[in-house]
C-alpha cells in the first residue's frame, strides 16, 4: 500500500468536506445569496482541483464508491481499496471536524452540518434512486476521463463538472451526496444519522454499475 497515495485522499477528501460544509454553511450567513449553484460550483470546483493535484499520486478517488467501482472493474486490488476507503472516510470526519472551529456553530446547527439529507416529500426509494443515477454519471465521467488509458488528461475538472451538474439535479432531492464519505464526516460531527446507509447504498450501486458497463462496452 502506498503511503503517499493514502495521503492524497485524505488530504482531497478533507478539502471536498471542509469546502462543501464550509460553502453550505456560509450561504446560510449570508441569507442563502449563492443558493444551490453556489454550492454546487464550490463541491464542484473544489474536486475539480484536488482530483488534478492528486491524479498523479492516488488516481483522484476521493470517494468510496468510485474506490468500489474501481475494484469492481479490478482497477485497483483490494488492500488498495481498503486504505483509500479508510483514508477518505478520516479525512471526511476531520474536515467536519476542524470546520466548527471556523464557522460558527448556530450556522452549522442551522444546516444540519451540511450533511446531505432527503428533500421534504422524498422517500427512501426516491434517494436511493436518485443517489444511484446520480453517482452513476459521476463513475462513468471518472472512468471516462480519468480511469480510460485513452482519457485526456483533464479529468479533474470534467469530474468537477459532473458533480456540480448533479448537485444542481439532485441537490433539492438527495442532497447529491453521490460519496458515502461526503455524508458519513459531517453525520458523525452533528449531522443527521438516519440514513446514513442510503448513502453508501445509492452510490456504491451507481459507481459499480458504471464502472462495469464501460468496462465490458467501451474500454478497449
Given amino acids: 500500500m502506498r503511503r503517499k497515495a493514502l495521503v492524497a485522499e485524505f488530504i482531497s477528501t478533507f478539502a471536498l468536506v471542509f469546502v462543501g460544509v464550509g460553502a453550505i454553511a456560509v450561504d446560510s450567513m449570508i441569507g442563502g445569496k449563492s443558493g444551490l449553484i453556489g454550492v454546487a460550483l464550490a463541491h ?15 488516481g483522484g478517488h476521493v470517494n468510496p464508491a468510485v474506490t468500489i467501482g474501481a475494484w469492481a472493474a479490478k482497477k485497483i486490488d483490494t488492500v488498495n481499496a481498503i486504505g483509500y476507503i479508510l483514508a477518505q472516510c478520516l479525512g471526511a470526519v476531520v474536515a467536519a471536524f476542524l470546520i466548527k472551529f471556523v464557522v460558527p456553530i448556530d450556522s452549522l446547527i442551522a444546516v444540519h452540518m451540511g450533511t446531505p439529507e432527503l428533500g421534504n416529500g422524498i422517500s427512501v426509494s426516491q434517494g436511493i434512486i436518485a443517489e444511484t443515477v446520480l453517482t452513476f454519471f459521476l463513475m462513468f465521467v471518472v472512468y471516462g476521463t480519468a480511469i480510460d488509458r485513452r482519457a485526456p488528461k483533464m479529468g479533474g475538472l470534467f469530474i468537477g463538472l459532473t458533480v456540480t451538474l448533479d448537485i444542481l439535479v439532485g441537490g433539492p432531492i438527495s442532497g447529491a451526496a453521490m460519496n458515502p464519505a461526503r455524508h458519513l464526516g459531517p453525520a458523525l460531527m452533528g449531522g443527521p444519522t438516519e440514513h ?23 474500454e478497449e
Fill in 196 to 218: 446514513i446507509w442510503l448513502y453508501w447504498v445509492g452510490p456504491v450501486a451507481g459507481s459499480v454499475l458504471a464502472a462495469l458497463l464501460y468496462k465490458w462496452t467501451l
Fill in 44 to 58: 464542484g470546483l473544489v474536486l475539480a482541483v484536488m482530483i488534478s493535484a492528486t491524479m498523479a499520486i492516488s
